[in-house]
């Protein structure tokens, strides 16, 4: 009897490598441990501390992000944009200077903001008041940053304080009308630094009120005066309405624009300043379905596993032991080895969805492997997109090497137009799909909609880095020899017997699915959660549980599924790999369609088709990932259990 070859898998290096990276990073199934922020900032006493504004998002998700200035708010003498990296650009994120002015451990009881030329009120034109009532009705947040920390607001739930990201525009009263927030108060919280002379910001909190013009009193005559006192509430004098319809044309609404200073102390720790947003609402729940969830599908793997073990020793310690004329009048995988080996029909795109699969896989398992290090922390904006988007360029090099290799085992020739599509293919669906969305974010004028020069940035990423690595990856990769099969294939092809329903590939794609789907389902609702409620997503020690278990969980049902397909003397399972192991990207796309009916509250077009658009490339790139680890899991498997056999 032959003993089992030595088998090379074609993706063994790169996988071992992120098993290697997972295993060095894993700290514990919770310590997705992060590092908030890169180094503090003290402060003395007096010194000035700067308010920057972010954007504005709804909660009426997924409205689209606005700039802060989108809406006639008090603008600073002059206006200052700070530099924004790649991925704080594509979730629209602008960053301008405020007129605010914060001094550390200066209270201040009231202060205008800013002021009109002959009085203290600012007046609004019908179209501007207009526009405010819109944002207060879409239920639109306004987002700033204190020294790198965002502003929340604090809201009592089931008799606990929550922190909510970003404080609202204004609020609607069915009683009295739309009341807009023209007064802050800005809570900034310190802890002492370790000399104790200076402080650090721990804390940032807005508490906005609603204040009529009545009840300000200021210095009229002194322009520079800027000091303000709010009278108290009176039965005359409230919170400030508007209400554009009963305006005229060429009238004006008045608006006085103040805010309000405190200062105070806290026991929370510079590195534990980060804590208030990213604390789980419900970590028991969340700990109860992921721990089901990994006992279910390693229970279900492992009697996948046993059955498969057990079938295939049986099937090898009966063909080793047949002659031919007994193998001939046996069925099974055996009598198709001419033939496993033969290559597919459009081989070509096989290998091209292979390298980029392989591509995907270094770049995800480096992804999280970077953010559980805690160097893609929520503290770094942007961060991860920047980080994606700069590995899937520079991991092109690997994905061209294996897709290289593959394309020449599978007889291709012409590699060169292998290697194109190889670096065009994913990102041309990905650079098209974003960029005919972007019209439409551009006639809404959001910040959302991707600047033209962060566009030719992009291009030049892909065909300056991007599509001259695969080349190189795959000059590299179609020089080395094509990978060696355990059997010779066959000049006549072999026929196909009739298959029964269950092996149809749609039937079997919809079944293969629902395990790997059945292992990232419950994580899948917190990442849309992230997406779509403009949340912080940090729970990547539970990711990488789920990461892995997608994979293996790929692998194996691939390999089910396969097993049987030749048992029954199918050797058509090239692409069916692909497929199968793929099959779960259809029950995601199905989820993500019941998160839009049930959790979203969606009532204009341009968002809709954004979700549905956006899912689209969440969807492709998904099935692209799962097919290559099933793919990858089979092929090896076909070569170790073909290599066990004796063979005439």
């Known amino acids: 009897k032959r003993r089992f070859g030595r088998m090379v898998f074609p993706v063994s290096r790169s996988l071992c490598l992120c098993v290697v990276v997972y295993a060095l990073f894993n700290v514990g199934l919770t310590s997705a441990f992060y590092v908030p922020g890169v180094a503090p900032q003290d402060f003395e006493d007096g010194d000035q501390v700067f308010i920057k504004s972010v954007k504005m998002t709804s909660t009426k998700r997924p409205k689209l992000p606005y700039p802060y200035y989108y809406l006639p708010f008090c603008r600073p003498p002059s206006m200052h944009q700070s530099h924004e990296n790649l991925g704080e650009v594509l979730r629209g994120d602008r960053i301008t200077n405020t007129p605010y002015e914060l001094h550390m451990n200066k209270n201040v009881s009231c202060r205008l903001l800013c002021r009109g030329k002959d009085y203290l009120e600012k007046g609004y034109t019908k179209n501007e008041i207009a526009k405010f009532e819109t944002f207060i009705r879409a239920e639109y947040r306004v987002h700033w940053i204190l020294d790198n920390l965002p502003v929340a607001t604090r809201v009592e739930y089931d008799g606990a304080d929550k922190y909510i990201?970003?404080?609202?525009?204004?609020?609607?009263?069915?009683?009295?009308?739309?009341?807009?927030?023209?007064?802050?108060?800005?809570?900034?919280?310190?802890?002492?630094?370790?000399?104790?002379?200076?402080?650090?910001?721990?804390?940032?909190?807005?508490?906005?009120?609603?204040?009529?013009?009545?009840?300000?009193?200021?210095?009229?005559?002194d322009p520079d005066d800027m000091s303000c006192k709010i009278k108290p509430v009176s039965e005359g004098a409230g919170g400030l309405v508007i209400k554009s319809e009963d305006m005229d044309v060429d009238r004006k609404h008045p608006v006085i624009w103040s805010y309000s200073i405190q200062w105070e102390p806290s026991d929370v720790a510079w590195a534990s300043r980060w804590d208030t947003f990213l604390s789980t609402e419900d970590p028991q729940i969340h700990w109860f379905s992921i721990i089901n969830s990994l006992v279910t599908v390693l229970f279900l793997s492992g009697i996948m596993a046993f059955i498969i073990v057990r079938a295939l020793r049986r099937d090898i310690a009966k063909y080793n032991e047949q002659d031919k004329e007994e193998a001939l009048e046996q069925t099974g995988w055996k009598l198709v080895h001419g033939d496993v080996f033969r290559p597919p029909r459009r081989a070509y795109w096989l290998a091209v969805l292979y390298g980029t699969g392989v591509q995907l896989?270094?770049?995800?398992?480096?992804?999280?492997?970077?953010?559980?290090?805690?160097?893609?922390?929520?503290?770094?904006?942007?961060?991860?997109?920047?980080?994606?988007?700069?590995l899937f360029v520079f991991f092109g090099l690997i994905g061209g090497y294996y897709g290289a290799r593959l394309y020449k085992t599978l007889q291709g020739e012409k590699w060169k137009r292998a290697a194109f599509m190889t670096a065009v293919f994913l990102p041309s669906v990905v650079f098209g799909i974003s960029f005919i969305l972007n019209f439409f974010i551009w006639g809404r004028k959001s910040s959302g909609a991707v600047p033209?020069?962060?566009?030719?940035?992009?291009?030049?990423?892909?065909?300056?880095?991007?599509?001259?690595?695969?080349?190189?990856?795959?000059?590299?990769?179609?020089?080395k020899k094509p990978y060696e099969h355990p059997v010779r294939t066959k000049r006549l092809v072999?026929?196909?017997?009739?298959?029964?329903?269950?092996?149809?590939?749609?039937?079997?794609?919809?079944?293969a699915g629902t395990l790997p789907f059945g292992a990232v389902f419950i994580e899948l609702f917190f990442i849309l959660n992230a997406i779509w409620d403009n949340q912080y997503y940090y729970l990547f020690g539970f990711l990488f549980l789920v990461f892995v278990i997608l994979l293996l969980s790929c692998a194996e049902i691939a390999v089910v599924m396969i097993y049987l397909q030749l048992c029954a003397e199918d050797y058509h399972w090239w692409w069916r790999s692909f497929f199968v192991s793929g099959g779960a990207a259809i029950y995601v796309f199905l989820y993500s369609t019941?998160?839009?009916?049930?959790?979203?509250?969606?009532?204009?077009?341009?968002?809709?088709?954004?979700?549905?658009?956006?899912?689209?490339?969440?969807?492709?790139?998904?099935?692209?990932?799962?097919?290559?680890?099933?793919?990858?899991?089979?092929?090896w498997f076909c070569r170790k259990i073909y290599s066990s056999v004796k063979i005439d």
């Open 361 to 390: 896989l270094c770049v995800f398992s480096t992804s999280i492997a970077l953010a559980m290090l805690g160097m893609l922390s929520p503290a770094s904006r942007g961060s991860l997109a920047t980080a994606g988007i700069l």
């Open 165 to 221: 990201r970003g404080y609202p525009v204004g609020f609607v009263d069915y009683t009295h009308g739309v009341h807009l927030f023209n007064h802050v108060t800005i809570v900034g919280k310190i802890h002492p630094s370790l000399d104790g002379a200076t402080h650090r910001i721990v804390g940032f909190e807005v508490r906005a009120r609603s204040v009529s013009v009545d009840r300000y009193e200021g210095n009229v005559e």
């Open 494 to 511: 072999r026929p196909v017997p009739r298959q029964v329903w269950y092996m149809h590939p749609v039937v079997s794609t919809l079944l």
């Open 452 to 479: 033209f020069s962060t566009m030719i940035i992009l291009v030049l990423l892909w065909f300056g880095i991007s599509l001259p690595l695969v080349y190189v990856g795959y000059f590299f990769g179609f020089r």
């Open 594 to 635: 019941f998160y839009y009916a049930t959790k979203l509250q969606i009532d204009d077009s341009v968002s809709t088709l954004l979700y549905f658009g956006y899912t689209f490339i969440m969807v492709f790139v998904f099935w692209i990932l799962t097919g290559t680890a099933g793919f990858s899991a089979t092929y």
